[in-house]
């Protein structure tokens, strides 16, 4: 079945550096455009990033852009997330998301495959 995992969180102080990384099996990855996601339980899942499916289009939310980086190795099954000048805000859950259709859209429920989300915590 399809699997998507994710793995590179962890506890940091805020400006410095992590990369997310999200391991797909049991699709044909290329088939799908891929996207990040994240959620405090204050809030509802936001939209990061997403990404096309040949990795010629990425897309983020005003609060990451120019501060992370969403990219993908299709020879690898992997999307990653470089994430930059990390603040407190950034703080959350963070998912990888897949949609089949290749819509790369900012919308939670245009996703048909999820990751169970690595805890990315950046203190002050």
């Known amino acids: 079945q399809v699997q998507l995992v994710e793995s590179g969180g962890g506890s940091v102080q805020a400006g410095v550096s992590l990369r997310l990384s999200c391991a797909a099996s049991?699709?044909?990855?290329?088939?799908?455009?891929m996207g990040w996601f994240r959620q405090t339980p204050e809030k509802e899942r936001e939209f990061v990033a997403a990404i096309s499916r040949s990795g010629g289009r990425t897309f983020y939310a005003a609060s990451v852009e120019g501060r992370f980086t969403i990219s993908r190795d299709n020879a690898k099954n992997l999307v990653h997330l470089q994430m930059n000048s990390l603040k407190p805000e950034d703080t959350a859950v963070y998912f990888c998301a897949g949609d089949l259709f290749g819509r790369a859209s900012m919308q939670p429920y245009n996703y048909n495959a999820w990751g169970q989300g690595t805890q990315v915590t950046v203190s002050s």
């Open positions: 049991g699709l044909t990855f290329s088939r799908y455009s």
